[in-house]
Structure formats: C-alpha cells, structure tokens
C-alpha cells in the first residue's frame, strides 16, 4: 500500500502562484511514476502532469505547459506541483496519484493510489 497525503491547496487571485506537495508513505516511493490530477465537479477527473521514477522526464497536459511544473524529491517521498499565472478555469481538487507505468499514470484507470485530494480556488 501507499498512502498520499497532498497539501498546499487554498485560494489564490488570478496570475498567482501555488505549490501543491504529495508526501507518500508506505512501498518504495521511487518505484513510482507520480503525477497529479484535478477535478471539477460535473467533469471527469482529467490528467494534469507525471513525472517518471527519477525525475527526469515530466509530462503535461496541454492547458498547464508553461505554467505548471511537476517536480519529486525521492528522498522526502515527496511530489510537487508548482503551478504559475493560475487562471480561474485552473479552479479544481488537485489530486496526487502514483502508477507503476508511464501508460497507467496518464490514465484514471491506471492509477494504483490516489491521495484524498486538496482544493484550489481561482479568483478572477
């Protein structure tokens, strides 16, 4: 089992800035792809960004590139959203998650743990 806990939501004018943390605990962390997740209500949960085992490659969702940035330190169990000129459309539950595989973090049927989510609201 691995447990998410995420962190760092709140309410935030438009063009601000907000850094969104995922502690994990449980099976080896660095084992995972990680990514994050967000959801309006009415809508599907869609894909925001992953990021594979080392860090190195990142990956995004057309509407944040350039303004969002997906980050982990495996020594911390820890994943990172840092999202930039957020815009109101941006309002959702964040939500972290961990897969095994590049394919399975991308998609909600992939996704093995889901963390309980944390707010962000954007103010226009």
């Known amino acids: 089992q691995v447990q998410l806990v995420e962190s760092g939501g709140g309410l935030v004018q438009a063009g601000g800035s907000l850094r969104l943390s995922c502690v994990a605990s449980g099976r080896t962390f660095s084992n995972y792809y990680m990514g994050w997740f967000r959801h309006v209500p009415g809508k599907e949960r869609e894909f925001v960004a992953a990021?594979?085992?080392?860090?190195?490659?990142?990956y995004y969702e057309d509407s944040v590139k350039g303004r969002f940035t997906i980050s982990r330190d495996n020594a911390k169990n820890t994943v990172y959203l840092q999202m930039n000129s957020l815009k109101p459309e941006d309002t959702a539950v964040y939500y972290c998650a961990a897969a095994r595989t590049y394919g399975a973090i991308r998609t909600i049927e992939g996704i093995d743990y889901w963390g309980k989510g944390t707010l962000v609201t954007v103010s226009s």
């Open positions: 990021i594979n085992w080392e860090g190195v490659r990142t």
